[in-house]
């Protein structure tokens, strides 16, 4: 039972870590990055589609970016769906190709980025708490039922502490490379 309990945790701790992750991994920096454009939609063909199901996207140098549309008379609405997000990009079309240099960032949009990455580093250890929470819950309700001892409670929730501590770091960790990267002029 309590098995069941600590591998549920698991799972539930490394989506929530790897969410974190994600969501950091489109806020700007000074560097271009493919990963910058993966919340972009692009309205074409009477839909809203992902940037990435439209065209090619790829970061030949360390400040631009080029977009390779799959449909050249997409370019226009790539380059206003860019445009129109908050990222703060320009974009060029260029023959076949979208071109959007990466600017370098003022020192108070850095801070600005690191309260965001430091908001979203918050908001993953909260998932993760609340998931220890469940988790002692479930335990807690399983030991009262008779399903398991107090003494395996007593381990669980151990161990429960033990996976929690592993996540909430994992999420440091992050937010540290995350803030580097973005200092870095």
């Given amino acids: 039972m309590f098995e069941e309990i600590l591998l549920n945790l698991e ?31 692009v309205e074409v ?3 809203k589609l992902p940037l990435k199901q439209v065209a090619g996207i790829s970061a030949p140098e360390p400040r631009l970016l080029v977009i390779q549309p799959w449909d050249a008379s997409t370019a226009p ?22 071109r959007i240099p990466i ?4 020192d108070q949009r850095r801070k600005d980025l690191i309260k965001s990455v430091k908001k979203l ?6 998932a993760i708490r609340n998931i220890r929470r469940d988790a002692n819950d479930s335990l807690k309700k399983a030991c009262k039922s008779g399903k398991i ?3 395996q409670e007593k381990k669980s929730l151990i161990e429960v502490q033990v996976v ?5 770091k994992e999420i440091d960790r992050l937010l540290k490379i995350k803030e580097a990267d973005i200092l870095e002029v």
Wanted: hydrophobic share 35%; charged share 30%.
């Fill in 11 to 41: 799972e539930r701790a490394e989506k929530t870590q790897q969410n974190t992750a994600k969501e950091m991994s489109v806020i700007r920096t000074g560097k271009a990055t493919p990963a910058l454009l993966d919340n972009i939609r």
């Fill in 164 to 168: 929690v501590n592993k996540s909430v």
């Fill in 77 to 98: 609405a790539i380059a206003k769906a860019i445009e129109s997000s908050d990222l703060g990009l320009r974009a060029s079309i260029d023959g076949p190709v979208i």
């Fill in 103 to 106: 600017p370098k960032l003022s």
């Fill in 121 to 126: 580093a918050e908001v993953g250890k909260t």
């Fill in 45 to 47: 063909w009477g839909d």
């Fill in 149 to 151: 001892t107090e003494d």
